[in-house]
């Protein structure tokens, strides 16, 4: 059980690099990677903010709630 980021998702359907996501986030792309990845083990509640702002979209379609984490 565990928690899937669909970063990678969401940033394809919207066509938008990780180099543009940063510098519209405002958070340096290796903590992007981190989180696209499923390597960081936490996310400010700002952050989540900006990112659903940049990419037009709401928690649910960044974050999902899985009984099986994709690696």
Known sequence: MGIIVN???VLAKRKMSVTELSEKVGITMAN???LKNGKAKAIRFSTLEKLCEV???Q???ILEY???SIK
């Open 32 to 34: 992007i990677s981190n």
């Open 66 to 68: 899985g009984l099986t």
């Open 7 to 9: 970063l990678d998702v």
């Open 59 to 61: 928690p649910g379609d």
């Open 55 to 57: 990419l037009e979209c």
